[in-house]
T-cell receptor, first 112, second 115 residues
């Protein structure tokens, strides 16, 4: 079945550092890939998505590229801010936004 | 963006009692709502999919008599954990999806503790 593996956290960075959160997936077919972010006390919010191989999703300075050859969708940001502290979830779906399969989440802590 | 409100945010109940969790789409009509469960340090696991006016579709291994889902309107779905036991303690999250544009919006989650 489909599954998502993402790096365990917490990831602790200083402000303006470079961020990478790794995500790899296993799926039959060609799923859509997502990154969701959950800020403290709030629901998950869609951060970015990619629907086919080599697509790059981007939003708020975050980027992730759908790599079919390595079955990966790593999240990157060039310069993190304290306000980026949150839990980040990688997810996939082979039915649009239906039946999302999530990774375990990675907590990011950014200090000033 | 669209808002999904989940209530309560946390609840503590005694073993053997039932707990109802509400999920409301505040500013849009949701064609489908989903219920997820998350154990500590584990993924969100889809429990069931519900469409307004019809019976929920449960994922394999989820007891439908244990986790009752009612989707009475396009803006409200409820999950009732019946005869709760300590092993039901978990974080429950709902999401609501739209067809146009295709997207999904999540509630803030409910932490259930059964003592």
């Amino acid at each position: 079945g489909n599954s998502v593996t993402q790096m365990e956290g917490p990831v602790t960075l200083s402000e303006e550092a470079f961020l990478t959160i790794n995500c790899t997936y296993t799926a039959t077919g060609y799923p859509s890939l997502f990154w969701y972010v959950q800020y403290p006390g709030e629901g998950l919010q869609l951060l970015l998505k990619a629907t086919k191989a080599d697509d790059k999703g981007s939003n708020k300075g975050f980027e992730a590229t759908y790599r079919k050859e390595t079955t990966s969708f790593h999240l990157e940001k060039g310069s993190v801010q304290v306000s980026d502290s949150a839990v980040y979830f990688c997810a996939l779906s082979d039915t649009g936004f239906q039946k999302l399969v999530f990774g375990t989440g990675t907590r990011l802590l950014v200090s000033p | 963006g669209a808002v999904v409100s989940q209530h309560p945010s946390w609840v503590i109940c005694k073993s053997g009692t039932s707990v109802k969790i509400e999920c409301r789409s505040l500013d849009f009509q949701a064609t489908t709502m989903f219920w997820y469960r998350q154990f500590p340090k584990q993924s969100l696991m889809l429990m069931a999919t519900s469409n307004e006016g019809s019976k929920a579709t449960y994922e394999q291994g989820v007891e439908k008599d244990k986790f009752l889902i009612n989707h009475a309107s396009l803006t409200l779905s409820t999950l009732t954990v019946t005869s709760a036991h300590p092993e039901d303690s978990s974080f429950y999250i709902c999401s609501a999806s739209t067809d146009e544009p295709v997207s999904a919006f999540f509630g803030q989650g409910t932490r259930l503790t059964v003592v």
